[in-house]
């Protein structure tokens, strides 16, 4: 560690030291215009840290760093660019306690959920350390015959790279991990609310032999300068996000500026169907990790449960009594499945969607009511809930699950795809075949089959309509930071 990490007693017993400034050409610096902002500890309301808030310069500062450093990484031999990416997927895992405690303290979920996302997480850079050294071309004739056809494959160049608070480590490694392997070089500008994984994630690659200048981190309270300075220079060639649909038109329309290549992993609203032949066990299991992981503050999260008129009352029954069944609080105490939500508007949101829902003539199965201090909310569902109520179309991020009837498939797929979301899907019954034909037609990238869990690093992760552009993971994750380059040479 270096004197330029703060160690923090943590409102746990564990202290550790993390660092609290940007990351530029491999040096910890404040930013120039010398500002701080707090960091602060959803479950408590307590102040975490002081970090450095970078602005204009220190976002101009480090891309010129990155554009600097761009054709040294990229010549730098695929092997050895592999191999830092193992070394830091293997720190990770020896860091996992501070990560995790990290995680929960800055972002609130439960310490089990933050260990989980930190094997997830490291996961990415394993994977990318694989594919690094497994980038192709291809050769062919054109079809006279008279032209060599030579395509390789090559960095897209420095790439900006912009993640939500959800999942502070794993949307950081599931770009930065590909982007590296690939050859670009790399800023990073990570979520206000939860910076503090950021800057640990760079201090691990810096300890894992990463030459200086190919990421660097700005931390900010002022995403549009610093992000549209990035967007607007015409020295970045790829821009990577991941946010609210919302927030991604705004960055889709200035990374035209340049006709920047984009990957945009943006807002979901996933339908949940469970069909009169499902297994119920499995179903409910299935709701309880599709609703609750990261207390329903996720992409993934399960929004609209669309349950058979024939096992509706069984299965609503059995969901509730398990969601009722969970345990609130501070995600670090042991055995806490529910931690906080990230700040008093995503509550506000929640308990505004549940009011309308009930108004509506929603009846409470479990929850329904904030306890009277902090941000925690209780797990809840709801039950004959009306398709006009508000909850149907937002996406919630929050632990309430309603549950909708339907009575035949294609009615099922109808609501499901009423939406302008189309990231994930999830279809429980027990007959393959209608399980293929679902999925078939179901306006999503990803569809779960009697599972609650897609996210997987060997998987290509990503959504259709305005849930985003792009694929993140398994083999087809890299192709988003390489561009083709054909060469034509006269056959003689
Ligand atoms: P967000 O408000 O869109 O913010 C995402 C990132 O964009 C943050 O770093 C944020 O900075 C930055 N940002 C906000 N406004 C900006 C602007 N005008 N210019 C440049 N950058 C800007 O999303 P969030 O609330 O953090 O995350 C929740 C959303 O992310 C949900 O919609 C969720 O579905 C989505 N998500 C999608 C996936 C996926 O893979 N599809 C995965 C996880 C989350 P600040 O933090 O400073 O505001």
Redesign the pocket.
């Known amino acids: 560690m270096t004197d330029t990490m703060a160690r923090v007693a943590s409102e746990t017993d564990m202290t550790f030291e993390f660092p609290q400034q940007l990351f530029i050409d491999g040096a910890w610096t404040d930013a120039a215009a010398g500002d701080r902002f707090d960091v602060t500890n959803p479950a408590t309301g307590a102040v975490l840290a002081q970090i450095a808030d970078g602005r204009r310069d220190d976002a101009r500062r480090a891309l010129d760093v990155a554009v600097a450093t761009q054709q040294a990484w990229a010549d730098t031999p695929p092997r050895e660019r592999s191999e830092i990416l193992r070394r830091a997927y293997e720190l990770i895992l020896e860091h996992a306690d501070e990560l995790a405690m990290l995680i929960t303290l800055e972002m609130g979920k439960p310490l089990a959920d933050a260990r989980g996302e930190v094997s997830y997480g490291a996961e990415f850079f394993r994977w990318f350390a694989e594919e690094a050294v497994r980038v192709g071309g291809d050769h062919t004739l054109s079809g006279d015959g008279k032209t060599r056809i030579i395509v390789t494959r090559e960095p897209v160049g420095p790439c900006v790279v912009?993640?939500?608070?959800?999942?502070p480590l794993a949307?950081g490694t599931r770009k930065i991990g590909p982007a590296l392997a690939a050859g670009c070089t790399v800023v990073f500008?990570?979520?206000?609310?939860t910076p503090l994984t950021a800057l640990y994630l760079a201090h691990i690659l810096s300890l894992a032999g990463l030459p200086d200048g190919v990421v660097n981190v700005v931390t900010?309270?002022t995403?549009?300068e610093v992000?549209?300075y990035w967007l607007d220079s015409g020295q970045a060639r790829k821009l990577s996000?991941?946010?609210?649909?919302?927030?991604?038109r705004?960055?889709l329309a200035q990374a035209s500026k340049h006709v920047m290549r984009t990957s945009m992993?943006?807002?979901?609203n996933a339908p949940f169907i469970v069909c009169s032949d499902a297994d119920i066990d499995t179903a409910v299991e299935g709701a309880i990790t599709a609703k609750m992981r990261n207390m329903g503050e996720?992409?993934t999260a399960a929004n609209r449960l669309y349950v058979h008129a024939d096992v509706v009352e069984e299965f609503t029954r059995r969901f509730a009594e398990r969601m009722a069944a969970l345990r609130l609080g501070p995600g670090w105490e042991d055995g806490v499945q529910v931690g906080p939500l990230i700040d008093a508007d995503a509550l506000r949101k929640v308990e505004s969607l549940v009011r309308d829902a009930v108004e509506r003539g929603a009846r409470v199965a479990t929850g329904g009511e904030s306890p009277s201090e902090g941000l925690l909310y209780p797990p809840t569902v709801l039950a004959d809930v009306s398709p006009d109520c508000e909850l149907a179309s937002t996406?919630i991020?929050g632990p309430v699950a309603p549950v909708f009837t339907f009575t035949d498939d294609d009615e099922a797929v109808r609501r499901a795809n009423d939406t302008e979301w189309g990231?994930v899907a999830y279809i429980f019954t027990r007959d393959i075949d209608r399980a293929f034909r679902l999925a078939g037609r179901l306006e999503v990238g990803m569809v779960g089959i009697n599972t609650g869990l897609v996210s997987n690093p060997a998987g290509p992760?990503?959504?259709v309509k305005s849930?985003?552009i792009g694929r993140?993971g398994g083999r087809w994750g890299i192709d988003e930071y390489l561009e083709y380059k054909y060469l034509a040479i006269p056959r003689r």
């Open positions: 912009v993640t939500p608070w959800n999942f949307m500008k990570p979520a206000e609310q900010t309270t995403p549009a992000v549209g996000f991941t946010g609210s649909t919302e927030v991604g705004i960055l992993e943006l807002g979901g996720a992409c996406e991020f990231l992760f990503g959504g849930s985003g993140e």
